[in-house]
């Protein structure tokens, strides 16, 4: 049973340029949900998906975006990059109504701005 | 606002010695879980154990224990006899009832790393 899988495994991109990660769930999960986790710090909610839709969004700017497609997998979108935006960015996938299950986690996406 | 506080930043004990995590949680609501989690080197977020608002019954799972109490806002976890490989960050997060979707959105605290030493 294959979990969480996330592509690519690291990425290096340049300030302005714009980006995008992928996201596939745990099999039977049906929301995906984003974070960021800048290094030394803890994980940070960017959004959640479900049903194709942006349920809940943390404090993010709008440069973040992101879908989910019919199959539940997800991308998360990263436009005018910023030095800042350097980080390990994590995929969760849960199930919709589990409100007592944990998210699973990736491996995650280390990207890294020159 | 939810905030969750995870004061020591660097622990080190030597092999089998236990060791306890704080963790110190603020929320309003009355309905959130409270999580652990492991991160080891390959970046992966581990779940450990979880605890609903409800239920303040400490249990032990194997090594792991924790102590949830609800006067203090507090939720700590312990690792009974350390091993080696037990060397990881350790994030305590917390979760409110969202909506119907039940996919909460977690808020984590800035980790504690942990060392065993051989």
């Known amino acids: 049973d294959a979990g969480v899988t996330q592509s690519p495994t690291h990425l290096i991109k340049t300030r302005g340029q714009q980006v995008t990660l992928r996201c596939s769930p745990k099999s039977g999960h049906d929301t995906v949900s984003w974070y960021q986790q800048a290094l030394g710090q803890g994980p940070q909610f960017i959004f959640q998906?479900?049903?194709?839709?942006?349920?809940q969004r943390g404090n993010f700017p709008d440069r973040f975006s992101g879908h989910q497609f019919p199959n539940y997998s997800s991308e998360l979108n990263v436009n005018a990059l910023l030095l800042g935006d350097s980080a390990l960015y994590l995929c969760?996938?849960?199930?919709?109504?589990?409100?007592?299950?944990?998210?699973?986690f990736g491996d995650g996406t280390r990207l890294s701005i020159l | 606002a939810q905030k969750v506080t995870q004061a020591q930043t660097e622990i080190s004990v030597v092999e089998k010695e236990d060791v306890t995590l704080d963790c110190v949680y603020e929320?309003?609501?009355?309905?959130?879980?409270l999580f652990w989690y492991k991160q080891p080197p390959s970046g992966e977020l581990v779940f450990l154990i979880r605890r609903n608002s409800f239920d303040e019954q400490n249990e032990i799972s194997g090594r792991y224990s924790w102590n949830f109490q609800k006067s203090t806002s507090s939720f700590n976890f312990t690792i009974t006899a350390s091993q080696v490989v037990d060397s990881a960050v350790y994030f305590c997060?917390?979760?409110?009832?969202?909506?119907?979707?039940?996919?909460?959105?977690?808020?984590f605290g800035t980790g504690t790393r942990l060392t065993v030493i051989p």
């Open positions: 997060a917390l979760s409110e009832y969202l909506d119907q979707t039940g996919a909460n959105n977690l808020f």
């Open positions: 929320t309003r609501d009355t309905t959130y879980y």
């Open positions: 969760a996938s849960g199930k919709a109504g589990g409100l007592d299950q944990p998210q699973h």
């Open positions: 998906y479900y049903e194709e839709e942006e349920r």
